[in-house]
């Protein structure tokens, strides 16, 4: 195929008008410290630059936006409407950045990593304390592991996987069941000495989670145990807070069996009523593909707290 001048010129003009109209980093931070600090003798100090040279990054910035960023009053400077919008657009902009360049320069040379999303205190009281035993299995593997209360779009999210509950919010993504969650009401032990050792439930004050105000009501239903009021008591967000609170002699916590393992094991906990019959949750591993198909650190993340979950339920 033979091209002449007006196709080579037709093909540069399609190449420019592609790039992307983002103007210099040294332009954005310039704006973006004399924005935080309301003025450009600040910003060049902390940008080690002079005066001068941030007052032109940033008349060339507002030159290539076309618009007018700082409003000049004799001396001084401060920032247009359209200035602070974009201020706070840069600003996060710029700390993303930061973060991931950060996150990148502290991955090891040799090995991987994999993001994992889930639930807070799945994270601290199931996942975290067996995470050692992963890492021993394979030390070239770093997880990383982030906060997510609710069900989000994986795709596209930076993560590689994520541990939740069944939702159906999860749609297309295959999901891996792991453990099963039943509230059983616990204590600490001097709690009832202080009470008696035959106070009944009823006389004890009780400690809520705030999202699930019917727990109480429910476990009495089912187990046949005696609520003269179940609403009564303390409220908390989060299973983590009713256990410290629980732990702390504050009153008795419904709270997943699975999240206390060790501290009833411990006898730092007790739980002399019945568990609840109920399964008030289901928790699973979330992928965006097959297990077989995904690159090798999620999978072999994925088999093993595959594992650990069949140990836990059988154990």
């Keep these: 195929m033979i091209f002449n001048q ?3 010129e037709s093909i ?11 103007p210099s980093s040294s332009a954005l ?12 003798a600040r910003a060049a100090e902390e940008l080690a630059r002079t005066e001068g040279a941030v007052s032109r990054q940033i008349a060339r910035l507002e030159a290539f936006l076309g618009a007018v960023l700082f ?3 004799g001396n001084r400077v401060r920032l247009a409407p359209n200035g602070a919008r974009y ?8 700390e993303r950045l930061e973060r991931d360049s950060l996150y990148l320069m502290g991955q090891p040379s040799e090995g991987a990593s994999i993001e994992i999303a889930a639930i807070p205190t799945f994270a601290t009281r199931w996942l975290i304390p067996r995470l050692k035993r992963f890492q021993n299995k394979h030390p070239n593997i770093t997880v990383h592991i982030a906060e997510r209360m609710e069900p989000f779009l994986l795709a596209g999210s930076g993560f590689d996987a994520a541990i939740h509950f069944e939702h159906p919010a999860w749609a297309g993504m295959h999901l891996h069941p792991l453990l099963e969650e039943v509230l059983v009401p616990v204590c600490s032990p ?4 202080d009470a008696g050792a035959h106070a009944p439930l009823d006389a004890l004050p009780r400690l809520h989670r705030r999202q ?16 003269t009021n179940s609403a009564i008591g303390a409220r908390y967000d989060l299973h983590s807070m009713l256990i410290e609170a629980a732990l702390a002699g504050l009153g008795v916590a419904l709270v997943p069996r699975l999240y206390v393992g060790a501290e009833l094991e411990q006898g730092r906990l007790v739980t002399p009523w019945p568990e609840g019959k109920t399964i008030a949750k289901n928790f699973c591993l979330v992928l965006p593909e097959r297990i077989e198909l995904s690159e090798g650190p999620v999978r072999a993340f994925a088999t093993w707290i595959l594992d650990e979950a069949r140990g836990a339920t059988t154990g």
């Design 6 to 8: 007006a196709d080579f």
């Design 12 to 22: 540069l003009i399609g190449e420019t008008s592609m790039r992307r109209k983002i």
């Design 29 to 40: 931070q310039a704006f973006e410290a004399a924005a935080r600090h309301g003025s450009f």
């Design 71 to 73: 409003e000049r009053v």
């Design 87 to 94: 201020a706070a657009q840069v600003r996060e902009t710029l």
């Design 190 to 193: 001097q709690l009832l000495e």
């Design 212 to 227: 699930n105000p019917h727990a109480w009501q429910i476990y009495a239903q089912e187990t046949g145990v005696t609520l």
